[in-house]
């Protein structure tokens, strides 16, 4: 009978595709977190300057 174990080899080539796979999916989140971060920023910020302008405290 075969043994179904395959051997230190391929455990560490499924180890080193985990590890890509978790790398890629945690720099694609990141990269979203950040872009939704910054727009939500400027929203903010573009809210503010509509809101000071009504008041008539606009500086910029």
């Known amino acids: 009978m075969r043994s179904k174990h395959k ?3 391929f455990m ?3 180890f080193k595709k985990f590890l890509k796979v ?3 999916c945690s ?3 990141t990269g979203v977190l950040v ?3 910054v727009f939500v ?3 903010i ?3 503010g300057d509509k809101m000071q302008k ?3 405290l606009y500086q910029g």
């Open 45 to 47: 910020d573009q809210s």
């Open 12 to 14: 560490d080539n499924m």
């Open 35 to 37: 872009a939704g971060t």
């Open 41 to 43: 920023v400027k929203k």
């Open 7 to 9: 051997g230190p080899a």
């Open 27 to 29: 720099l694609i989140t």
């Open 54 to 56: 009504k008041k008539g």
């Open 22 to 24: 978790t790398i890629a």
